[in-house]
């Protein structure tokens, strides 16, 4: 099994700027794409972004252009640096964790992050 922890959530205002990182342990052999996803009330989850273990990544275009992501795989850990917050980015967001191809089979808990106007 793979352990994923995420911190960084919180408050901002609009314009603002947060940061999430995210854990992994146990099982971590093999693991190749991480990933953030979050989900709004009311909304299905959805991704945010995600890098593989060669440091290819991809963005949702909600997001390109205001977050980044970034793998230290020494570490086991991913984060996401996220700028010009808007309130529509408030969601809960979780790290996700895959091994092989296919969907992604291992989330954290999730952060919360609210971005008020």
């Known amino acids: 099994q793979v352990q994923l922890v995420e911190s960084g959530g919180g408050l901002v205002q609009a314009g603002g700027s947060l940061r999430l990182s995210c854990a992994a342990s146990?099982?971590?052999?093999?693991?190749?794409?991480m990933g953030w996803y979050r989900q709004a009330p009311g909304k299905q989850r959805e991704l945010v972004a995600t890098?593989?273990?060669?440091?290819?990544?991809h963005y949702a275009d909600s997001v390109k252009g205001r977050f980044t992501i970034s793998r230290d795989n020494a570490k086991n850990t991913v984060s996401l640096q996220m700028n010009s917050l808007k309130p529509e980015d408030t969601a809960v967001y979780y790290c996700?964790?895959?091994?092989?191809?296919?969907?992604?089979?291992?989330w954290g808990q999730g952060t919360q992050v609210t971005v008020s106007s």
């Open positions: 890098i593989s273990s060669g440091g290819r990544v």
């Open positions: 996700a964790a895959r091994k092989g191809i296919g969907a992604f089979n291992y």
């Open positions: 146990g099982s971590i052999f093999s693991i190749n794409a």
